[in-house]
T-cell receptor
């Protein structure tokens, strides 16, 4: 597609429920990143996929968070047993590759609210 | 660990005044990028700097990369209300970009 597509755009969930957030990167972009942005805060790195390499999960805040990238394209970020502190905007970004100097293209994000 | 700090965190300027945000890294960066995030929007890529001491201009925006490749700045001349937003730097180490804390710019008409 022309841009990075994320769904849903908004998600309200009850504490303790699981949620899945989807990211569809730009076609041909091999690198995909997930970030989290709390209200008025900067971007917190969560996880990074590059091609078929093992993902860099160093930013995941707890084992309740996991992510997959199927077929080198679409990615799903899963949060299990959601907590109120998980409330944030979850941003996905893609770029042409990790070893070349391209800017990230961000999606519009998923605003997650845990009540 | 890797840290990229930005100052100031907030800046209010009168329309027509200049604005500068500074980005500092605890380690040497291979390159640095700048992004703008409008209120309610997502970060949008502005520019990338690679060389030590590099200076690039985009109309009223001037970007600099320090000689030691540990700091960078973004300067906006004669701000306009359309400049409102949060400006993030992102410094690259290895295969990752580490985003700064951002500077939120408010322009008073």
């Amino acid at each position: 597609g022309a841009g990075v597509s994320q769904s849903p755009s908004n998600k309200v969930t009850e504490k303790g429920k699981d949620v899945e957030l989807r990211c569809d990167p730009i076609s041909g972009h091999t690198a995909l990143y997930w970030y989290r942005q709390s209200l008025g805060q900067g971007l917190e790195f969560l996880i990074y996929f590059q091609g078929n390499s093992a993902p860099d999960k160093s930013g995941l805040p707890s084992d309740r968070f996991s992510a997959e990238r199927t077929g080198g394209s679409v990615s799903t970020l899963t949060i299990q047993r959601t907590q109120q502190e998980d409330s944030a905007v979850y941003l996905c970004a893609s770029s042409r590759g990790a070893n070349v100097n391209y800017g990230y293209t961000f999606g519009s994000g998923t605003r997650l609210t845990v009540v | 660990g890797q840290q990229v700090m930005q100052i100031p965190q907030y800046q209010h300027v009168q329309e027509g005044e200049d604005f500068t945000t500074y980005c500092n890294s605890s380690t040497t960066l291979s390159n640095i990028q700048w992004y703008k995030q409008r209120p309610g929007g997502h970060p949008v890529f502005l520019i990338q700097l690679v060389k030590s001491g590099e200076v690039k201009k985009q109309k009223r925006l001037t970007f600099q990369f320090g000689e030691a490749k540990k700091n960078s700045s973004l300067h906006i001349t004669a701000t306009q209300t359309t400049d409102v937003g949060t400006y993030f730097c992102a410094g690259r180490t290895g295969n990752q970009f580490y985003f700064g804390t951002g500077t939120s710019l408010t322009v008073i008409p």
